[in-house]
């Protein structure tokens, strides 16, 4: 089994900024690639940034200059570091982490999300 513990969330007004992480733990033996994931109230949930194992990153165009995602492949943990933030990123943020574990299984794995709030 393996699980991915989202933390960082929070309240911040516009303009501020937040950082999340998601670190995966279990039977893992690798992780491929890594990323976060929102979904705010009435919309589908949508790709906010990835990152592969090699570290070639992708985000959406909405975030690009304003967020960053990184990643500790030692410590299997992906960060998310959001600034300038907008009421419109007001959301539950998802990690999601394409995991192979100990048994050579690969499979698709979702955090719990951590809800980010940015007032006006």
């Known amino acids: 089994q393996v699980q991915l513990v989202e933390s960082g969330g929070g309240l911040v007004q516009a303009g501020g900024s937040l950082r999340l992480s998601c670190a995966a733990s279990?039977?893992?033996?690798?992780?491929?690639?890594m990323g976060w994931y929102r979904q705010a109230p009435g919309k589908q949930r949508e790709l906010v940034a990835r990152?592969?194992?090699?570290?070639?990153?992708n985000y959406a165009d909405s975030v690009k200059g304003r967020f960053t995602i990184s990643r500790d492949n030692a410590k299997n943990t992906v960060y998310l570091q959001m600034n300038s933030l907008k009421p419109e990123d007001t959301a539950v943020y998802y990690c999601?982490?394409?995991?192979?574990?100990?048994?050579?299984?690969?499979?698709?794995?979702w955090g719990q999300g951590t809800q980010v709030t940015v007032s006006s």
């Open positions: 990152i592969t194992s090699g570290g070639s990153t």
């Open positions: 279990g039977s893992i033996f690798s992780i491929n690639a």
């Open positions: 999601n982490a394409g995991v192979y574990t100990i048994a050579t299984m690969f499979s698709n794995y």
